[in-house]
């Protein structure tokens, strides 16, 4: 096995630096080593797509967070999918495909001490895509499922607002949500997205914040209240949707990407008292809560998509990990229209 390895190389990409608002060039550093073979209990997994996601700009920043800082001169870190090159642990066969956190490289070696912890699992691509295994089928989609349904709570009938509801968690919330029963408004910038959550996910409505007024837009589409507010962006638009929201409402607090690249501190929500009012709940969701039942959710949305009732939209960037730099930034310039996925080789 040695030898088959001993002419691959692992181009990397590394954090060089903490980002002072949005990250630039200088805050990246392209490395590369030689692929090495498994030791015992270990597997090396060849790096097929990654997923980009905003809570990666947390992970830059120093500090306590729910999951502890990408290092400086450590590999970004990145959830992904990719096949097995090599085993030497029981569960996992040269060919697999696998998903977990491989890291923005072209070969993830992860030893037997860290297979937990990099959540390796092998999956079924008959199930879905490489890119829908990083969407619906992936972190985004455990996201969207577990904060609506078990932080959410939704009944039929109640009105449901998703802000980045075009984005890789947001269509999935919205979705799920008119399979409840529910009525569903989505927030997102521009008018081509709003079109294609109402027309191709099923939205009641869709409000463009870059068009026109969120305020006005909730006042016309939510006319009954807001029930559950699944919030992916903080900022104005939570503070606004504060105003609208109905008695024993749910706020699901997801991300604040309005705020992930502030050189100032972090603004919190200036009518958070409508939630003594309205006796209401703000909580958050970090989807590694749910690690030991994604199998639950898998089963049912890969369901919904194999019988038409959900749509998965990847935006899909090739150019493999040298394009990692310019690709995130899509992310804060709201460039991406649907999950953003990084292609390293081909399936």
Known sequence: MASTLAHLVNHQVRLAARPSGLPVAGDWQFTEEPVAEPAEGGVLVKTLALSLDPAMRGWMN???????????????????????????????????????????????????????RSGLAKIDLRLGTVTQWLNVLGMPGMTGYF??????????????????????????????????????????GG???????????GFDACIDYKGGSVKDGLKQHCPNGIDIYFDNVGGEILDTVLTRINRKARIIICGAISQYNNTTPVQGPKNYLSLLVNRARMEGIVVFDYADRYHLAIAEMAGHLQAGRMKSKEDVVTGGVAAFPGTLGKLFTGENFGKLVLQVAEA
Do not use: N
Request: glycine share 18%.
């Open 62 to 116: 120093e500090g306590k967070s729910y999951i502890a800082p990408v290092g400086i001169g450590e590999v970004m870190r990145a959830g992904g999918v990719g096949v097995v090159v090599a085993s030497k642990a029981p569960g996992f066969a040269a060919g697999d495909h696998v998903s977990g956190t491989l890291g923005v490289q072209e070969y993830c070696l992860v030893p037997a001490e860290q297979l937990r």
């Open 191 to 201: 008018q081509a997205k709003c079109d294609w959550v109402v027309q191709e996910l």
């Open 147 to 188: 904060g609506l349904m078990d932080v959410g709570q939704p009944k039929a009938g109640e009105t449901v607002v998703i802000s980045g509801a075009a984005g890789a968690v947001g269509q999935t919330v919205g979705q799920i949500a008119k399979l409840r029963g529910c009525r569903v408004v989505g927030i997102a």
